[in-house]
C-alpha cells in the first residue's frame, strides 16, 4: 500500500471540501493505492453527524464521490468531474466509530466515461455504504491546461495501516 500525493497542494486556489489539509470546514481526505483500489482511512468527528452520534448521509456521499475522484486522478492520470453518484445506506455510520474506510475502484471505462464502484466499511469491517459514481474525464492534454499533471505515489516504500 502505498500512499497518493496530493497534486494540488500548490495550486492556487486550491480548497477542496474532500481533500484540502488547510480547509477548516473540510473532511481532510488522504488516499492510497492498495492494488486495484484507492483506500482512504477516515475519522467520523461530530460535528458531521446528522442524527445524534449519526454520520449525515451526504458526509458519506461526499466521502465517496471524493474517494472516486482519487481513483480517476490516480489510475487514469487524468481528472474529471461527477455525472452522476448513487448511493445506497445499508447501515448507519456511527461518529463515534475509531475509523472507517473507504475504498473506491474503477469498474469499467467507455471513451471517456468512467464508472466507478465506493464503499465505506465502519471499523469492523461491514459494508455500510456504497456508492456508484459515473465521472466524465478530459483527456490529459485538457487536464494539464487544467492544472493536472501528474498523480504519484510516495517513494516506494510499502505502508502497513
Known amino acids: 500500500m502505498r500512499k497518493i500525493?496530493?497534486?494540488?497542494?500548490?495550486?492556487?486556489?486550491?480548497?477542496c471540501f474532500g481533500c484540502c489539509p488547510g480547509n477548516p470546514l473540510g473532511v481532510h481526505m488522504e488516499f492510497f493505492e492498495d492494488g486495484d483500489e484507492v483506500i482512504c482511512y477516515w475519522k467520523p468527528q461530530?460535528?458531521?453527524?446528522?442524527?445524534?452520534?449519526?454520520l449525515h448521509g451526504g458526509i458519506q456521499a461526499t466521502l465517496i464521490?471524493?474517494?472516486?475522484?482519487?481513483?480517476?486522478?490516480?489510475?487514469?492520470?487524468?481528472?474529471?468531474?461527477?455525472?452522476?453518484?448513487?448511493?445506497?445506506?445499508?447501515?448507519?455510520?456511527?461518529?463515534?466509530?475509531?475509523?472507517?474506510?473507504?475504498?473506491?475502484?474503477?469498474?469499467?471505462?467507455?471513451?471517456?466515461?468512467?464508472?466507478?464502484?465506493?464503499?465505506?466499511?465502519?471499523?469492523k469491517g461491514e459494508v455500510c455504504t456504497e456508492g456508484e459514481a459515473v465521472y466524465?474525464?478530459?483527456?490529459?492534454?485538457?487536464?494539464?491546461?487544467m492544472g493536472f499533471t501528474r498523480c504519484d505515489t510516495e517513494g516506494d516504500e510499502l505502508l502497513s495501516m
Not at 466509530?97 to 465505506?120: D, G
Not at 466524465?136 to 491546461?145: G, L, M, N
Open 5 to 15: 500525493k496530493n497534486q494540488w497542494l500548490k495550486k492556487e486556489g486550491y480548497d
Open 46 to 54: 461530530p460535528h458531521y453527524q446528522g442524527w445524534i452520534d449519526t
Open 65 to 123: 464521490d471524493e474517494c472516486a475522484s482519487w481513483v480517476v486522478f490516480r489510475k487514469l492520470q487524468t481528472t474529471g468531474v461527477t455525472s452522476k453518484l448513487e448511493v445506497k445506506y445499508r447501515r448507519s455510520i456511527m461518529t463515534t466509530e475509531p475509523q472507517i474506510t473507504i475504498r473506491a475502484r474503477l469498474k469499467e471505462m467507455r471513451r471517456n466515461v468512467a464508472f466507478l464502484h465506493v464503499e465505506i466499511e465502519n471499523s
Open 136 to 145: 466524465f474525464t478530459v483527456s490529459q492534454e485538457k487536464a494539464r491546461e
